[in-house]
């Protein structure tokens, strides 16, 4: 269960969706983040990308709280939160652009990796195709209502 987002961070709350839009589910991150973005959150940005990468290691520096939203196809058949703390940096590579890297890489460079929280969405077909499965569409729902509930 998500903890809500401290008051002190609100105006700084960065939403993350990463996905392949032409992959069917693996888009849901990137749809679930422009549903986000269209509510018009104060003191919410978002931002839209294929993968991670070490570019974004800054706006997620200078936020309070950071959401990696994604889809999960070998996790449990619900959306979930769960906390994340950055990688051991023993264990970065230069290479590798998951959530947890992305926190070490905002720690080490900028000094700051902030609250974050991985928001993830079952996912069924990862074929080429632009439509989420039912499954995701849910998913995608559920998930821009667990966020707006963090403000509340």
Request: proline share 8%.
């Amino acid at each position: 269960m998500a903890s809500k987002v401290p008051s002190t961070t609100k105006p700084a709350l960065l939403v993350i969706g990463y996905g392949n839009t032409l992959r069917g589910d693996d888009g849901v991150g990137p749809r679930v983040a422009e549903a986000v973005d269209a509510l018009h959150l104060p003191g919410v940005r978002t931002l839209v990308c294929q993968q991670l990468s070490p570019e974004h290691a800054a706006p997620i520096a200078l936020a309070g709280t950071v959401i990696f939203v994604d889809a999960a196809v070998d996790a449990p058949k619900e959306v979930q939160f769960r906390r994340l703390e950055p990688k051991d940096t023993s264990q970065l590579m230069a290479h590798a652009a998951d959530p947890r890297t992305m926190l070490a890489l905002s720690r080490d460079v900028f000094g700051h990796a902030p609250h974050a929280l991985w928001l993830t969405i079952p996912a069924e077909k990862m074929d080429f195709s632009e439509d989420l499965t039912p499954e995701a569409q849910r998913g995608c729902a559920e998930a821009v209502k667990k966020i707006q509930s963090l403000f509340r």
